[in-house]
């Protein structure tokens, strides 16, 4: 997978198990040597090009919530995986994603990923680190999108002066730039933390959280600049608005981002859980 030969991919959410993963209905039963895998996921980001899944599965159904969950890696050419056909989505048209099914899928006792019942954590872990890393995109994308506003609102006229000369237009891309840096400034602050292992969970939510809103907003402000032209096809800013919605929904929603946030800041003041 280093070297770039497989394409792996994280399959955890399904049908009835997106925000609260701990649901999860997969099931992966011990049989001598093996472990048979039963189940589906769906909305699978690169199923369709994928070589190897990391599966989520229950593998003791009396444990409930996140505990007895296990992680197993399942390459796609084994009997029984089968990936239905592409998601047809709002944005981000460069990933795709699918539904994916086992039925009776037979993997070697090798194919658990490190301990058995530590699956649920080991999914935290991932999507944590994750969420920095989506925190990051975008304040790219903000950036590209001020860039192409900035540009825009210097050259295109009305009444024969640039539209960058209204104020309310210099309004928003001073919005644009305001947010931008607190949260570049935020992503940076936070990734120091999450390396040095002093905060690996409130801070990278609270990252997704605000870059992803900030986002939105800057990507709403770039059409709103570019006036009709900003809903055309034929520019940047129209693709960026609609990528931009789905960072607020994966790698756990904005609400689940408040949860954790929330959830955290008490738990560390000594609130008992429950
Ligand atoms: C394009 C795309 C790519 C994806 N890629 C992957 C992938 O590679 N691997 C993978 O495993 N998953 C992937 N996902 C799944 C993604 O992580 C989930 O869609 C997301 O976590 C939300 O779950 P859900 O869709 O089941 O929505 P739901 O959980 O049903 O949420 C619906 C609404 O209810 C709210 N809600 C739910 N629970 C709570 C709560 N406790 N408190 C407050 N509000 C709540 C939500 O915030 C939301 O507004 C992808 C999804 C998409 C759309």
Redesign the pocket.
């Known amino acids: 997978m280093a070297a770039g030969e497989l394409i792996g991919?994280?399959?955890?959410?399904?049908?009835?198990?997106?925000?609260?993963?701990a649901g999860l209905r997969t099931s992966a039963r011990r049989d001598g040597d093996s472990w048979v895998i039963n189940g589906s996921?769906?909305?699978?980001?690169?199923?369709p090009l994928a070589d190897l899944f990391m599966v989520?599965a229950r593998t003791n159904p009396e444990e409930k919530g996140g505990r007895g969950i296990s992680s197993f890696a399942v390459e796609t050419s084994t009997p029984g995986v089968t990936v239905g056909p592409k998601?047809k989505?709002m944005g981000?048209s460069g990933?795709w994603?699918a539904e994916v099914f086992f039925d009776d899928v037979r993997v070697p006792a090798e194919a658990l990923i490190g301990e058995e019942g530590r699956g649920y954590a080991k999914a935290l872990t991932v999507l944590s680190r994750g969420r920095l890393h989506i925190a990051a995109l975008c304040v790219g994308m903000a950036q590209r999108v001020l860039d192409e506003s900035v540009a825009y609102a210097a050259t295109a006229k009305q009444g024969g002066a640039p539209i960058g000369r209204f104020q309310l237009v210099q309004a928003m891309l001073a919005d644009m730039h305001a947010e931008l840096l607190a949260g570049r400034s935020m992503v940076r602050e936070v990734a120091a933390r999450y390396d040095s292992g002093e905060d690996m969970s409130i801070g990278p939510s609270s990252a997704k959280l605000y870059c992803t809103e900030m986002v939105a907003r800057a990507t709403d402000n770039a059409v709103q600049i570019h006036g009709g032209m900003g809903y055309l096809r034929s520019t940047p800013v129209e693709r960026f608005y609609r990528d931009a919605r789905?960072f607020r929904?994966?790698?756990?929603?904005?609400?689940?981002q408040?949860?954790i946030i929330g959830g955290g800041l008490l738990r560390e003041a000594g609130m008992p859980r429950g």
């Open positions: 991919s994280f399959a955890l959410t399904e049908a009835e198990a997106g925000s609260d993963p996921k769906r909305y699978i980001t690169n199923a989520f998601d989505k981000q990933a994603t789905l929904l994966y790698e756990g929603t904005s609400e689940v408040r949860v």
